[in-house]
């Protein structure tokens, strides 16, 4: 009897590991690994923008929120869209969520895949440089909450993500948003990962880690994203 019970749990166990597996989205599970296509709300990501003066507050022209897809994309499909007129010639555009769960003070190996929405040429030219190849998508992790800060008369992030196209030590690049050579204004998935560099972060004392991804421009121009799925896997 008791040989009995035991393979009924076994096969149990594996048959619910295999079904957990294979779900779209699994972010109601705490902790890593990380995966939402986004379909039910902004399962968590809050959305800002930094690295302009105060003086431009007005004029940086900032939106996000939970979409859909634009056409000619499935458009039943949700997404977080994220806009803005970079008017510093250096503006972050940026999600961040807290994942709890993980064990305090570790080390964590990421690799981030990154599903978004772009229209804009690699190659295109633009005011400071491309619209695709000059907005550098970035991700990164720290053991503290990115937070805007103001500091003489200018808006920075409190962690370092790098410039431009440069790592920092919270977050590194993973290419830019340029869909290739394809004509503008028609609306594309793109996916970026850093799947040849994992990212290492240290979780904080109580097992909690913020993620972070966003876009540093050097486009001087209106850039309209939508993140349709965002997956963050320990190596």
Do not use: H
């Not at 393979?7 to 166990?13: N, Y």
């Not at 431009?164 to 590194?172: E, L, P, R, S």
């Not at 609306?187 to 993620?211: C, H, M, Q, V």
């Amino acid at each position: 009897m008791k040989s009995t019970l035991l393979l009924v749990s076994v096969l149990t166990g594996s048959l619910f590991t295999f079904s957990a597996c294979n779900k779209d989205d699994i972010s109601s599970q705490p902790g890593l690994p990380y995966q939402s296509n986004l379909q039910r709300d902004q399962d968590g990501w809050v959305a800002d923008i930094v690295d302009y003066g105060v003086a431009q507050d007005t004029t940086m022209r900032f939106k996000s929120g939970w979409k859909s897809l634009p056409s000619p994309l499935d458009t039943t499909r949700k997404s977080l869209m994220l806009e803005s007129m970079n008017r510093s010639d250096d503006a972050f555009m940026f999600l961040k969520k807290k994942v709890t769960g993980l064990q305090p003070n570790k080390d964590y190996s990421l690799v981030f895949d990154i599903e978004l929405a772009s229209k804009y040429p690699t190659n295109s030219i633009g005011i400071g440089g491309s619209p695709g190849g000059s907005v550098y998508l970035k991700a990164g992790a720290s053991a503290v909450e990115p937070v805007k800060e103001k500091k003489d008369d200018f808006y920075s992030l409190n962690i370092d993500k790098g410039a431009q196209n440069d790592n920092g030590k919270d977050a590194i690049l993973l290419g830019n948003v340029g869909i290739g050579d394809d004509e503008p204004d028609a609306y594309k998935l793109i996916t970026r990962s850093n799947a040849d560099k994992p990212f290492t972060a240290r979780s904080n004392a109580n097992g909690e880690l913020w993620l972070l991804v966003g876009t540093d421009s050097g486009f001087e121009g209106l850039t309209t994203l939508y993140y349709s799925q965002i997956k963050v896997t320990v190596k």
